[in-house]
T-cell receptor
Framework: GESVGLHLPTLSVQEGDNSIINCAYS??????FIWYKQESGKGPQFIID?????DKRQGQRVTVLLNKTVKHLSLQIAATQPGDSAVYFC???????????FGKGTHLIIQP | SAVISQKPSRDICQRGTSLTIQCQVD?????MFWYRQQPGQSLTLIAT?????????ESGFVIDKFPISRPNLTFSTLTVSNMSPEDSSIYLC?????????????FGSGTQLSVL
């Protein structure tokens, strides 16, 4: 069936570098996408979202890019810090009344 | 965003017993959901907790195994019944909050359940 997935389960970056976490989705009807951050022992925390009528949205140190042509979503974190270490999930919503469909998650590891 | 309190935060239970997880929100919300996150996995929606009516379950989840209550707009419970080791997971309560023209999901801190 249609699903949301991620290219890499683990991403290791040097502190201070930029991180790029990727996500592929297959539901062409999805019109809303969210990135969540889940630190160890905690629930997912909303980071940033984007609607399908946009291709880029910026927050504080984070940018989400959406490429609807290839059904690809990415999260860019600038100047990665130790506190960014977490599992990052993309999620998509197809416009129904149900909850979100989550991708598998990428574990971001920060090297000192 | 809503403040979501979930308890217990963790528990270790014996096979065959049941555990009820509580979710309290600091404001009235229309949409409340229960998710399961198995070890090292992503989140899977169990059901939508409907206020004043029976919960709506996703494929693979049934009311007898995961009974849900939603007595009002700020509170819900999820019971994991007749537990087995396969039920060892994190169970997460989430609420939908309408912000900036879109329903956004916010999560509690989860209940880490281990079944022996």
């Amino acid at each position: 069936g249609e699903s949301v997935g991620l290219h890499l389960p683990t991403l290791s970056v040097q502190e201070g570098d930029n991180s790029i976490i990727n996500c592929a989705y297959s539901n062409s009807a999805s019109d809303y996408f969210i990135w969540y951050k889940q630190e160890s022992g905690k629930g997912p925390q909303f980071i940033i979202d984007i609607r399908s009528n946009m291709d880029k949205r910026q927050g504080q140190r984070v940018t989400v890019l959406l490429n609807k042509t290839v059904k690809h979503l990415s999260l860019q974190i600038a100047a990665t810090q130790p506190g960014d270490s977490a599992v990052y999930f993309c999620a998509e919503e197809g416009g129904g009344a149900d909850g979100l469909t989550f991708g598998k998650g990428t574990h971001l590891i920060i090297q000192p | 965003s809503a403040v979501i309190s979930q308890k217990p935060s963790r528990d270790i239970c014996q096979r065959g017993t049941s555990l009820t997880i509580q979710c309290q929100v600091d404001s009235q919300v229309t949409m409340m959901f229960w998710y399961r996150q198995q070890p090292g996995q992503s989140l899977t929606l169990i059901a939508t907790a409907n206020q004043g009516s029976e919960a709506t379950y996703e494929s693979g989840f049934v009311i007898d195994k995961f009974p849900i209550s939603r007595p009002n707009l700020t509170f819900s419970t999820l019971t994991v019944s007749n537990m087995s080791p396969e039920d060892s997971s994190i169970y997460l309560c989430s609420v939908g909050a309408f912000m900036a023209g879109r329903e956004k999901l916010f999560f509690g801190s989860g209940t880490q359940l281990s079944v022996l």
